[in-house]
């Protein structure tokens, strides 16, 4: 071969390295070539995991070839359209906006359960209460001129009757359960008595149980109740079956570990007052009012006044009073310390620890009840539509997520770990109960 053919074929591979080689530099660390832009620019990283897992990626419309959970990486920069599909679920859909040189995070995205409301058992009920853990059921309804207090189990789809009286055309009767859903209460405003069952529907004796004005649950200790008397305040421990009287109480009083709280009525203003073995501390000064103690632990008090007002107080603070807003209905977590609340058409999260108020939507419609669900979703019913909204948004926009529509809820309430929403109100022109499955017993629930 002649050597001046040889020096050719040299340079050209010489040529080609030189050209080659950043190519395949600027390749391996990410960079593209983009045609919107007409540049050489550094791609990003998406991440994605969701609850339950094995959800299909879509961007743009395009499937990924990726379920979740995933890391797609080489992603030129733009706002691209997320979809996460799973066969049976709610679709989850959002714009992200991917950045060169970046990872976006959509993290643990919760997918609901496409599925039908189940009709659990028809009755028409007075009253209905549900304990904490969300796995019975307390009701009154009327029968044949009889006034019962049942137990439901959804579980075992299992009644079971406590309490038989005579009817009378008074319907002031409630029922509470205790901290943990051992004791169930009813108390029959209009007689002034109260009775105690276990929850597995055995009768409780109360060595007082007439002339009772008020009654409250502690809410951190299972066995203790106080009720309110007109001779005061008196906490009975119904494991050990001791009494104790309070001093400085009037109807007004609850009980805050081995403290009484008492609204005192001055003449400017209502002041929240503390007492400890008689001796007195401020707490708060509120607006002249009447206020009733809803929330209450070592640390925070929620008020509501017949105004339609809510207060956020930290005790022992200096400033104490956190938040005053015109609340329509609430929900508060005592594990994070956060309140959601509505005034009927904003609703808007509140931060104890930052101090900060996000306003989450701002709707059209009424917006008719709020709680949290375990997973920080927020569930609040709209009209006739039961709703899941993000509490933070992962896209651009909060997703919301469409349960149930056409029900006309009244009560609602969500089982400890996530899986069952149930609901008191109408469907298909029947009242009742109703079972909403809404997750399977899989990770994150």
């Known amino acids: 071969m002649p050597i001046w053919i040889r020096r050719v074929i040299f340079w050209t591979f010489v040529m080609i390295f030189f050209i080659t080689a950043p190519l395949l530099v ?259 000064l509120l607006p002249k009012g009447t206020y009733t103690i809803e929330e209450r632990d070592g640390t925070y008090l929620i008020l509501t006044d017949t105004r339609g007002r809510l207060y956020l107080i930290q005790i022992h603070q200096d400033q104490p009073i956190l938040l005053e807003r015109e609340v329509d209905t609430y929900d508060w977590d005592p594990q994070s310390d956060r309140l959601v609340f509505t005034d009927g058409f904003e609703l808007s999260v509140y931060d104890a620890s930052s101090h900060i108020t996000e306003l989450i939507t701002r709707q059209s419609t009424q917006i008719k009840t709020v709680t949290w669900h375990p997973q920080s979703n927020i569930v609040f019913v709209q009209d006739d539509a039961l709703r899941a909204y993000e509490t933070y948004a992962q896209a651009k926009q909060r997703f919301v997520t469409t349960l149930l529509e056409n029900a006309d809820i009244q009560t609602l309430w969500i089982s400890k770990d996530g899986r069952n929403i149930y609901f008191y109100g109408q469907q298909n022109g029947a009242y009742g109960v109703y079972s909403l499955e809404i997750a399977k017993l899989i990770e994150g629930f």
């Open 26 to 284: 600027l390749y391996t660390a990410g960079y593209r070539y983009s045609i919107s832009s007409g540049l050489v620019t550094r791609t990003g990283v998406l991440s994605i995991t969701t609850s339950p897992r094995s959800a299909e990626i879509y961007l743009d419309s395009q499937y990924a070839g990726a379920k979740t959970p995933e890391v797609l990486k080489r992603i030129l920069p733009g706002t691209y359209g997320i979809e996460l599909r799973k066969d049976g679920y709610h679709s989850w859909t959002g714009e992200v906006e991917i950045k060169s040189g970046q990872t976006k995070q959509l993290q643990n995205i919760q997918l609901f359960l496409d599925s039908e409301a189940q009709l659990l058992f028809d009755k028409e009920t007075d009253v209905i209460s549900v304990n904490p853990q969300g796995d019975t059921i307390a009701y009154a309804t009327r029968e044949g001129g009889w006034q019962e207090i049942w137990l439901y189990r959804p579980k075992e789809n299992s009644h079971t009757l406590l309490n038989q009286q005579i009817a009378s055309d008074q319907k002031n009767l409630e029922l509470a359960w205790s901290a943990a859903g051992t004791y169930l209460s009813a108390f029959d405003i209009d007689a002034n008595t109260v009775a105690i069952y276990k929850n597995d529907a055995t009768a409780v004796s109360l060595p007082v149980n007439e002339d009772i004005i008020g009654l409250e649950w502690n809410p951190s200790s299972d066995a203790l109740i106080a009720l309110t008397t007109e001779d005061g305040l008196v906490q009975i421990d119904l494991q050990a079956g001791l009494i104790k009287s309070f001093a400085q109480t009037d109807e007004t009083s609850v009980l805050l570990d081995a403290s009484v709280l008492r609204l005192i009525s001055g003449s400017d203003y209502t002041e929240i007052a503390q007492y400890v073995d008689n001796e007195k501390e401020t707490l708060a």
